[in-house]
C-alpha cells in the first residue's frame, strides 16, 4: 500500500505567516498538494499534518473539495521531525510513503509515478537539481572558500521510502536525539544508501513573497 504524508504544521518564519494556507486563486496552497495525491493513481491513503487549530479547517477543506484519499488528520510536533513521527504513529510498518512539504505546490504527477516505482527496488528515493550556480562559503560577510559544485545538488520533496525503513530511521533519531531538516538525512544516519532521481525546477518551495508571486504565475 502507497501512502501520502503531507506536513503542514509549519509556522513560516522566514515567510512571515504560515504559507501553507496562503490563498492562490481563492485556494490555500496546501490544497494543490492534497490534490496531486488525490488525483494520483499509485497512492492509496493520504494523511496530512498540521496544527491543531488547523485541523478543522482542513476538513472541511476535504469534504468540500471530496479528496476522499484523506484518511486522517494528525496534531503536528514543535519541530518537523516531530511531526512526522506523529504521522508515522498511525501508519502500519509495512508499505511505502511519499513525504512532501505543502509548501511545494507544483508537484506533478510523473514525480508522484516514478518515486513509487523505485522505491521498491531502492527503499529510499529522493527528487534533485544539480547545483548550477557557484558555491562560496561565508562567514561574517566574508568570502571563506569556493565549494566545487560538481557533486552538489538541491533536494526537493516528495521523498520516498519504504515504510519499515523510514520507521526505524526516526527511531533511530530519537533514541540519539538525532535532528535533521529532512527525511533522507535520517536514512543516511542509518549508514543506509538514498537513491536519488531528478527533480522539477517548477517544485518550487515557497520561502519568501518572491516565490509565491512566481507560484500565483506557474498556476
Known amino acids: 500500500m502507497n501512502f501520502a504524508v503531507i506536513l503542514a504544521a509549519g509556522v513560516g518564519k522566514r515567510f512571515g505567516s504560515e504559507k501553507q494556507f496562503v490563498k492562490i486563486k481563492n485556494l490555500p496552497v496546501i490544497y494543490y498538494s492534497i490534490k496531486a495525491f488525490n488525483q494520483s493513481p ?7 499534518v498540521t ?7 482542513l476538513r472541511q477543506l476535504v469534504k468540500k473539495y471530496n479528496f476522499s484519499k484523506v484518511e486522517n488528520i ?21 508499505g511505502n510513503i511519499a513525504i512532501h512539504d505543502s509548501a511545494r505546490p507544483l508537484l506533478n504527477q510523473s514525480i508522484i509515478t516514478q518515486g513509487f516505482r523505485l ?56 533514541h540519539t536525539n538525532y535532528y535533521a531538516t529532512d527525511d533522507a538525512n535520517l536514512i543516511e544516519h542509518l549508514w543506509k544508501k538514498v537513491y536519488v532521481i531528478s527533480g522539477l525546477k517548477q517544485n518550487i518551495k515557497i520561502t519568501d513573497l518572491d516565490d509565491l508571486a512566481l507560484v500565483k504565475k506557474l498556476l
Do not use: H, W
Not at 42 to 48: C, G, L
Not at 51 to 57: S, V
Not at 124 to 143: G, R
Open 74 to 94: 494528525v496534531e503536528g510536533g514543535l519541530r518537523r521531525q516531530d511531526s512526522m513521527r506523529n504521522a508515522l504513529k498511525i501508519l502500519p510498518d509495512k
Open 51 to 57: 496544527k491543531k487549530e488547523r485541523i478543522g479547517y
Open 119 to 174: 522505491v521498491k527496488k531502492y527503499k529510499a528515493v529522493i527528487p534533485v537539481l544539480s547545483v548550477t550556480d557557484t558555491i562560496k562559503q561565508v562567514k561574517n560577510d566574508f568570502v571563506i572558500k569556493t565549494i566545487d559544485r560538481t557533486d552538489l545538488s538541491y533536494v526537493q520533496t516528495p521523498q520516498f521510502f519504504e515504510l519499515g525503513l523510514v520507521k526505524k530511521a526516526y527511531l533511530k533519531a530519537e
Open 42 to 48: 499509485v497512492i492509496d491513503k493520504i494523511i496530512i
